[in-house]
């Protein structure tokens, strides 16, 4: 099991950039694929970029393809996302997860973050 905390997201207008941190508990963290997810209020949960636990394959959302970008820094155990020119749609609560598997699938991450907050505005 790994424990995962999110931290980075805030207010931010349209076409500007954040960065999001996600911190891993645990000693085989490099063993794991790391995803982020969103969920926008009244919308389901989504996912938005996956990365391999070797940082060697990535997968993105078609939405966000182009302007985001998920690494990973094994030794410190953490994931990070870069979002850049941001969009008012992009407002969600942005979780991390934690699998086994190379996968866009929800229902595939063992371990959730809580969440941390996004907003765009115009």
């Known amino acids: 099991q790994v424990q995962l905390v999110e931290s980075g997201g805030g207010l931010v207008q349209a076409g500007g950039s954040l960065r999001l941190s996600c911190a891993a508990s645990?000693?085989?963290?490099?063993?794991?694929?790391m995803g982020w997810f969103r969920q926008a209020p009244g919308k389901e949960r989504e996912f938005v970029a996956a990365l391999s636990g070797s940082g060697g394959m990535r997968y993105y959302a078609d939405s966000v393809k182009g302007r985001f970008t998920i690494t990973r820094d094994n030794a410190k155990n953490t994931v990070y996302l870069q979002m850049n020119s941001l969009k008012l749609e992009d407002t969600a609560l942005y979780y991390c997860a934690a699998g086994r598997l190379m996968t866009r699938a929800t229902n595939l991450y063992t371990d959730w973050g809580q969440g941390t907050q996004v907003t765009v505005s115009s």
């Open positions: 645990g000693r085989t963290f490099s063993s794991y694929t």
